[in-house]
């Protein structure tokens, strides 16, 4: 992981932030590609769950409902980033199952809504791989697990 000393700590929380702000250049988009693939790939050698993973994923609450199939009750999310993110729910639902969602997040007034498929599901808690999701909320859901990761937020 990036360490307060590493000049790259600051200058990828500069941009999580622009990213989660929705100010993110394109200028600035190839930068913020290459530190968080870097920041990734820190993670994926320091062992553990991410050595699979293609996206960068971290501890996260965000308020979730799922529309459809079936509006279920608002369900929290344990962790979210670009590629999808994991929410705690009672149900079992079968992998493959499409889910539209809507994810609130502080940074917009609007409601994220977004498509995805159940990868794993157990009692307690499913995996959600994103389906088609817009580059800027990619982003500023990518800037989201970026911070908490390195700020702890």
């Not at 993110?24 to 988009?29: F, I, P």
């Not at 530190?35 to 062992?47: F, H, P």
């Amino acid at each position: 992981m990036f360490e307060p000393g590493d000049p790259r700590h600051q200058e990828i929380l500069h941009l999580a932030n622009l990213a989660v702000g929705d100010q993110l250049h394109d200028a600035q988009r190839p930068r913020w590609r290459e530190l968080v693939t870097q920041l990734l790939g820190n993670i994926r050698s320091e062992g553990g769950m991410a050595e699979r993973r293609q996206h960068l994923r971290a501890p996260a609450e965000l308020d979730v409902e799922i529309l459809a199939p079936d509006e279920m009750a608002s369900l929290a999310t344990s962790t979210v980033g670009s590629g999808g993110l994991s929410i705690r729910i009672a149900e079992v639902i079968p992998a493959g199952t499409q889910l539209d969602l809507s994810i609130k997040v502080p940074q917009r007034k609007v409601p994220l809504l977004v498509q995805g498929q159940v990868i794993w599901s157990r009692p307690g808690e499913l995996g959600l791989a994103f389906v088609d999701l817009y580059q800027n909320d990619r982003e500023l859901l990518e800037g989201i697990a970026v911070k908490a990761l390195l700020e702890g937020d």
